[in-house]
């Protein structure tokens, strides 16, 4: 995309009929870092990269807990996403308090995309520069719903957004239609390895990546890097040649990695809250 | 300017006394609600009779409404107060109704709406004058819930408001089990509102019997309970009594 005489204003039509600011609202979400979701008949997984900006910082909090059966991950302006996090949160706690029962997931999703919308359509603001994978359960099933800056939302078997999430999508192209059917131990271990397709030869260490998981009879929570390293030795030692040798750097990154990844990590599930340096 | 005397006094935190629109008191009645959950839903019972203090003003009162596609609301106390509720409740529904996407409200949420509706007007010292019974079921789950003017609300296998609460539980909870049939559960509900016809002064003998299940909401026609009256005690009241009354 090039710049042109009708990008300035969010508010302004190009002849062709084109929003440019929301277009180039949709770029800010292809620069982020990936995140992906899947789902079967009744689990959601969503996964993510942490890109840190150093080896001294920590990375950056791209999945949030919604409610008990919604969670969300995000690709972008992550303090759009931020902000949108608690809004989604204020939404559904509301609607908990009022009618003592979840808020139906499809109903989220659309209060969102309206309020992006909104963003499209007033000349004093900006559309919010971050996409969402809304993943959830409510009484029609699990879902996964992609929440764009467009304020367009879709519906989704298996998605991936960010960064190199072309390479995800074909991976989980290739599978999709097995995944209705799928054990959520399947649905974790496709998970983390559409992650990994994204990583493109990077090592694939549980603290490059967050998963979390909401089901039928499981509130959504982020897995610990401790499971996640376990799964994903599972098919390292199955699949990949060097093993032997990157094992050792594995474990000793882990565990260099393991302290700043924990409190990272953890802050997503529990009360401890985010680590301060997360925000 | 009002120069009649305030019964307001300085430190009230009740508001402007132009604000004088706020519930003092209830005008036209309803009596008993009882209803309680069977093999296939809830059934519930009320009678028809309307009153505007001790006069026996108006005897063809509907007061159960099927709420939605999954629940049925009965109200005792203020009818206007009833009515409103009603209009609330139409509102609700349709705006979830709008949404076009498959989820509906079922019991429980109209219930928990109410109660909040309920408190928060208590609140503000500005209660609606009933008593509801909310029952329903949806996705087979049967459910059955009661709220009062003041906000308090539960659920139960059986609930009544009034004076059904004083007469008609303790026949419910001897003679209550799960899985009622129809037939049973309304032999149970005749019982409780022949007792409430003999002893509630507001009671009058034309009731109506409705009934929720999965497939919808039934309300029966009016109809009347057999009473006796030839007890012998009635005959001479005061024979074994004390004094009498």
Not at chain 1, 191 to 209: D, P
Not at chain 1, 213 to 219: T, Y
Not at chain 1, 242 to 247: I, L, Q, V
Not at chain 2, 150 to 156: A, L, P
Request: with cysteine; hydrophobic share 35%; glycine share 8%.
């Amino acid at each position: 995309m090039f710049r042109n005489q009708y990008d300035t204003d969010v508010t302004t039509w190009s002849p062709a009929g084109r929003l440019f600011q929301v277009e180039y609202a949709m770029e800010a979400v292809k620069q982020g870092s990936a995140a992906i979701g899947l789902r079967s008949k009744t689990h959601v997984v969503l996964g993510c990269v942490n890109k840190a900006n150093s080896e001294l910082s920590s990375h950056q909090k791209k999945i949030f807990e919604v409610d008990d059966h919604i969670g969300v991950a995000i690709a972008g302006l992550t303090a759009d996403g931020r902000v949108l996090s608690r809004y989604m949160r204020n939404e559904c706690i509301n609607y908990s308090f009022t009618y003592e029962s979840p808020l139906p997931v499809g109903r989220l999703v659309v209060q969102l995309a309206d309020k992006a919308q909104v963003c499209t359509q007033r000349s004093w603001k900006r559309p919010y520069g971050v996409g969402l994978l809304v993943a959830g359960l409510d009484e029609s099933g699990a879902h996964l719903y992609y929440n764009c800056p467009s304020g367009n939302y879709f519906e989704y078997q298996a998605f991936a957004i960010g960064s190199r999430s072309q390479a995800a999508k074909t991976y989980l192209e290739r599978r999709f239609e097995n995944f209705t059917d799928s054990s959520r131990d399947d649905l974790v271990k496709d998970a983390i390895m559409a992650i990994r397709e994204t990583l493109q030869g990077e090592t694939l260490k549980s603290a490059i990546c967050t998963i979390a998981v909401v089901g039928a009879g499981e509130p959504f929570h982020v897995l610990d890097q401790g499971t996640v390293q376990q799964i994903i030795d599972t098919f390292e030692t199955a699949a990949e040649q060097e093993d032997p040798a990157t094992e050792p750097d594995a474990a000793t990154g882990q565990e260099a990695a393991a302290e700043q990844g924990t409190a990272a990590d953890h802050g997503g599930s529990t009360d401890e809250g985010a680590a301060p340096m997360d925000i | 300017m009002n120069f009649t005397a305030s019964k307001q006094p300085e430190s009230c935190l009740l508001g402007p006394e132009s604000d004088s629109q706020r519930t003092l008191y209830p005008y036209v009645t309803v009596t008993s609600v009882v209803a309680l959950k069977y093999k296939d839903g809830i059934l519930m019972a009320a009678d028809m009779g309307g009153s505007y203090g001790s006069t026996l003003r108006y005897k063809s009162v509907e007061r159960m409404k099927p709420i939605g596609k999954h629940s049925l609301l009965g109200a005792s106390g203020e009818i206007s107060d009833f009515q409103e509720i009603l209009k609330y409740l139409d509102e609700l529904i349709l705006y979830d109704n709008m949404w076009d996407d498959g989820n509906s409200l079922g019991p429980k949420e109209v219930h928990n709406y109410l109660t909040r509706v309920m408190y928060n007007r208590r609140n503000k010292f500005n209660p609606l004058w009933n008593s509801l019974v909310l029952g329903g079921v949806k996705k087979g789950e049967k459910y059955l819930g009661t709220v009062s003017m003041i906000g308090v609300n539960f659920e139960d296998n059986h609930v009544a408001t009034g004076f059904g609460n004083h007469l008609a539980r303790p026949i419910l909870r001897q003679e209550w089990h799960e899985n009622l049939s129809f037939e049973d559960g309304v032999k149970i509900l005749e019982k409780c509102m022949r007792v409430l016809l003999y002893r509630d002064r507001s009671a009058v003998n034309k009731l109506q019997i409705a009934k929720i299940t999965e497939e919808g909401v039934t309300i029966s026609q009016p109809y009347s309970l057999k009473t006796y009256w030839e007890f012998s005690a009635f005959e001479n009241p005061t024979q074994g009594a004390v004094g009498s009354w």
